[in-house]
């Protein structure tokens, strides 16, 4: 029997088995647009993705007993130079009962004809063979051979349930069996069945030390699609209320400061000075200095009552255009309250009241292509172009939207676009970084982000992203540099010391660098990436409740879709291991290897 039995795994690595993929690219790209500067991020990663070693090839060994000699249940078996003419004859009922030495080399006849059969493609009598020789009580690992070979019959006739049958035979007879695993693994799969499907390729995989590259690549493929269903039912059950000032901070940080109309230089309680409430024109102002100060729950309340009072004014063509203003930040507002629909109604009442409006054409493009209309938000796009198109924000919404189709190096050009007409934010910067380092131009991606410090020396986030494409690429010293100047400016952001913790880790030094996300719990209580970094040490350690109790803080305290489905991986890794190891004692936990992804 050949003792490296993953090279019969027929599931395709690419793509993902997951049946809810439509939504999922709907909510992912909305969830893009609300923490567009966080695409750069590299806190979040899975727990498999941790704890894996580096890939080598497994070792193929061959002991003397061979099952069939296929390779993969997909591949044309090469057939038998013995010919084949007919089934293996039952014995005579009346035939006398063999000694145990001749039933032994009966059982290894039919089992060489079984395997004639199934290199020939002849599975029902390669089926009969095996099922024979079953029925003459062979040893237990001649039992558990014949099983597995069984299975394989049944694997190609699409008999998934008597796949599953004749591998749990199998695993009951010899646990190690690897192939009865992996074409177990396969006919779950085949039955829409991934969680157990999971669950026996991480056998597999804890069976080889992680190293058996087939194994691993199936349980990166089911945890990702897993994970993304795990994200896409949390979406939709979110509730809807703003995230947390940070988030929503970083998502004002993708519109200039005319975005809903002239920038706003009063102070709220200045303007609440002159407001008694019923001058709907004021109230927006007042909406928007809240917002500017970072007072975004008020800001909300006061832009609906601003809404609702202009509604009862006449609506000459300023009121007008005030009230288009208003409904974009109302909508900015619902965006990130997860109310989608409901957000791109409200744009499109905006338009109504003031045509020429190219930041309500930009937001309603964008909001149509990241829902999959993507045409209808390809035009809105262009037509927004044509109203303004010395814009930058526009330009660096249509990168993004061409990010999302895969169209990067328009999105170079759109993003190039828009720091050459003088973005107000640092966003098209850190996006065109991203794509310079997807193209390999290392060096093109730090120029541009050192010009981004530059020109927003008071940004933490510049300097953060800088520090992030440092740590991408290996230059910790300058990464270093690059977070603590970033601490000046703002010492209460947690994912600066969850940055500094991951070098401290990959240096060596694992205890400074669990007390750096422990720091960043401090300043930051509900940092995500703190508690998924956290995870993943628990996770090296072998420590696999600790670790999906992270896991689930991390969950909690994010709501950006590409975090999630990295978390959620996670912990469903964390709880599949963990209960394979309960479960089969004798497989050993993976071997720890403390550098972090």
Partial sequence: EQTDLMSDTTTSTKGFVSNVKGVWDDLEDWQKGLVAAAAVLVVGTTAWLAIKPSSSSSEKKKTAEKDNNTNNATETPKPSTTTITSKPANPANNSPVPSPEEQKKKIISLKKIGNDFYRAKKYDEARDAYTEALNMSPSTQEAAILFCNRAACHLFQKNYDAVIKDCDEAINLKKGHKKAWNRRAQAYEARNKPELALRDYTVIALMADLKDEKAQASIERLLQSLGRNMAVQRIQKMPKVLPSSRDISNYFDNFGSTSFGPAVTATSQEL????????????????????????????????????????????????????????????????????????????IEARRFDRKNANTLMRLAAVKSELGKRDDGRKLFEEALKLNSKNPDIHFHYAQAQVAVGAGLLAMGSLQ?????????????????????????????????????????????????????YLQVGHNMDAYASFEEALKLDPSNGTLYVHIGVLKIQEGDLNKGVEMFNKALEVESHCDAAFARLGQVHVQKGEFDEAVECYEKAIANTRAASELVQYCSAKLSCEVTRDALKTYPHLKPPSNDFKLI
């Fill in 272 to 347: 609440q000075a002159k407001s008694d409430g019923s001058d709907g024109v004021l109230l927006i102002n007042l909406a928007l200095a809240l917002k500017n100060e970072g007072k975004f729950e008020e800001s909300y309340e006061v832009v609906k009552k601003a809404v609702d009072r202009i509604h009862e004014m006449d609506l000459n063509n300023e009121r007008k255009k005030a009230l288009a203003n208003a409904l974009n930040l109302t909508a900015c507002y619902q965006f990130l309250c997860t109310e989608y629909d409901t957000a791109e109604e409200t744009l």
């Fill in 417 to 469: 676009a828009a720091i050459d007409l003088g973005c107000e934010t640092y966003n098209p910067y850190v996006n065109l970084s991203i794509v310079h380092l997807q193209q390999g131009n290392v060096n093109a991606a730090i120029a541009t982000m050192k010009d981004a410090c530059k020109k927003f020396p008071k940004s933490s986030n510049t300097h953060m992203y800088l520090g992030e494409f």
